[in-house]
């Protein structure tokens, strides 16, 4: 199921659908993107304060390019990145993964996060783990 909010950023912000099959294309075609893993929005209401800031986000980091991981497809993907926590934001740079940011976050802890994530070595030869927080505070600074 999905909601008029993630919807939003397919329809009129322009946020490719991710699948399965057009996945590896699109981080690995992509310089820097994160992937919004959004699961169930009934289930995982956060989801929609996520779409909510997204697009500040990417306002703020314009290297970054997001696509929307359709929810059939989110399971087999979600086993490639190893965050256990919807929403997630999933950076990866040219395929190789960066970390995730998992619940909706504080503005300022957002800001904080994907600067370190962004910084990371752009020649990474291994996975870095993901950064997980259990923060679920609403503000956005």
């Known amino acids: 199921m999905t909601s008029p909010l993630i919807n ?3 329809d009129e912000l322009d946020y490719p ?3 399965e099959a057009n996945h590896s294309e699109f981080v690995n075609d992509t ?3 994160v992937l919004f893993f959004a699961g169930n929005p009934e289930r995982f209401p ?3 304060d996520v779409a909510i800031v997204l697009p500040e986000l990417l306002a703020s980091f314009s290297q970054l390019k997001a696509g929307v991981v359709l929810e059939e497809d989110e399971a087999p993907l979600k086993r490639r990145y190893a965050f256990s926590i919807y929403p997630a934001l999933v950076f990866v740079r040219e395929g190789v993964v960066l ?3 998992c619940k909706v976050q504080d503005w300022q802890e957002y800001l904080i996060q994907i600067n370190t994530l962004l910084q990371a070595n752009a020649h990474i030869s291994q996975v870095i783990p993901t950064v997980n927080s259990e923060v679920s505070s609403h503000g956005r600074g």
């Open 8 to 10: 939003r950023l397919i």
């Open 46 to 48: 956060e989801s929609l």
């Open 31 to 33: 310089k820097t993107s």
């Open 99 to 101: 970390g995730s940011i």
């Open 17 to 19: 659908k991710i699948t």
